[in-house]
């Protein structure tokens, strides 16, 4: 009995968290963003990705770094992303919902390389409401 309670136990140890958050609750479906900007940091990571952009005030020319969250490199990966497509540097144009609770944040919908005009979809999840 003890190694079936001891067993039981390791299981739910490694269950991964189902939890997730509603898009709706983070996001601002009635306040679309365009961002342009340069790459400072790509995270690669479950259950979402996230690109990190300085973007340009085009009035007074101050810099804000943005956070973008993507789908999950599953989903990132079905629409023919990798992990070396964007590289830091890298300027791209990012369209999507502005955050709610957090300022700088948003959430991708599309993301364009502006050296190559490519656009490639971000896995959001706007439309999973």
């Known amino acids: ?3 079936l309670v001891t067993a039981l ?3 739910l140890l490694a269950t991964p968290v189902l939890a997730h958050h509603s898009f709706a609750a983070e996001f ?3 306040k679309p ?3 342009t900007g340069k790459i400072t940091k790509i995270e690669w990571t479950n259950p979402h990705a996230f690109l990190f952009i300085d973007v340009p005030d ?3 020319g101050a810099v804000t770094n943005w956070e973008i969250e993507m789908g999950s490199p599953n989903g990132l990966t079905r629409l023919g ?3 070396t497509l964007l590289k830091n540097g890298d300027e791209v144009t990012v369209e999507g919902s502005l955050g709610r609770n957090k300022s700088n944040l ?3 919908r599309s993301v364009v390389m502006t050296a ?3 656009k490639l979809g971000a896995a959001s999840s706007e439309g999973a409401q």
Do not use: S, Y
């Open 1 to 3: 009995m003890r190694n």
């Open 9 to 11: 136990f390791v299981m």
């Open 28 to 30: 601002d479906i009635t």
């Open 33 to 35: 963003v365009t961002l």
């Open 58 to 60: 085009k009035q007074t």
């Open 81 to 83: 992303w990798t992990r």
């Open 106 to 108: 948003a959430n991708a």
């Open 116 to 118: 190559t005009g490519k």
